[in-house]
């Protein structure tokens, strides 16, 4: 994935603001830590933040859709990227978060709006996903989305 430096600049921007939030999360804990990760996975989902995804999701990514579909890394930021499904709005609640050593679980429910192909939907799904701390930060894993 070729990496402009409009990407770049707004990549740094996105680590810069992570960071200075970092400190207050890792005062009130590793959860608040997972969910300040999750936070900044839903601004940069919003944005379509090609840099800001490729940091905040492990190679490994399996990300799984309410609609069965799963993806890999390249597959889920491509899809956003391109804007071939776009977000114009996500509001997450009913969030949770646990942590187990380097692993943590975050659920929530996911309310917004998709466009896919040029077509809008509302979306009212429940999440789970799957964070991994590497090198001090957190990282996706795994996600996997589910009809309520």
Same mark, same amino acid.
């Given at each position: 994935? &070729? /990496?402009?430096?409009?990407?770049?600049?707004?990549?740094?921007?996105? @680590? =810069? *603001?992570?960071?200075?939030?970092?400190?207050?999360? +890792?005062? #009130?804990? &590793?959860? @608040?830590?997972?969910? !300040?990760?999750?936070?900044?996975?839903?601004? @940069?989902?919003?944005?379509?933040?090609? !840099? #800001?995804?490729?940091?905040?999701? *492990?190679?490994?990514?399996?990300?799984?859709?309410?609609?069965? #579909?799963?993806?890999?890394?390249?597959?889920? %930021?491509?899809?956003? /990227?391109? +804007?071939?499904?776009?977000?114009?709005? %996500?509001?997450?609640?009913?969030?949770? !978060?646990? /942590?187990?050593?380097?692993?943590? %679980?975050? +659920? =929530?429910?996911?309310?917004?709006?998709?466009?896919?192909?040029?077509?809008? /939907? &509302?979306? =009212?799904?429940?999440?789970?996903?799957?964070? =991994? +701390?590497?090198?001090?930060?957190?990282? *996706?894993? @795994?996600?996997?989305?589910?009809? *309520?």
């Amino acid at each position: 994935m &070729p /990496v402009s430096r409009r990407s770049l600049l707004a990549a740094l921007a996105a @680590a =810069h *603001l992570l960071s200075a939030a970092m400190p207050s999360a +890792r005062a #009130a804990g &590793p959860e @608040a830590e997972v969910e !300040a990760a999750v936070d900044a996975l839903t601004r @940069a989902i919003l944005a379509a933040d090609g !840099a #800001a995804l490729d940091a905040l999701v *492990l190679d490994g990514l399996s990300y799984g859709h309410s609609s069965g #579909a799963v993806q890999d890394k390249a597959a889920f %930021i491509d899809a956003l /990227v391109s +804007r071939r499904s776009s977000f114009p709005s %996500i509001t997450l609640t009913s969030r949770t !978060a646990s /942590v187990v050593g380097d692993d943590a %679980i975050a +659920r =929530h429910v996911f309310d917004g709006e998709t466009v896919s192909n040029g077509k809008s /939907v &509302p979306v =009212h799904i429940g999440v789970l996903q799957v964070w =991994h +701390r590497e090198g001090g930060r957190w990282r *996706l894993l @795994a996600r996997q989305a589910y009809k *309520l």
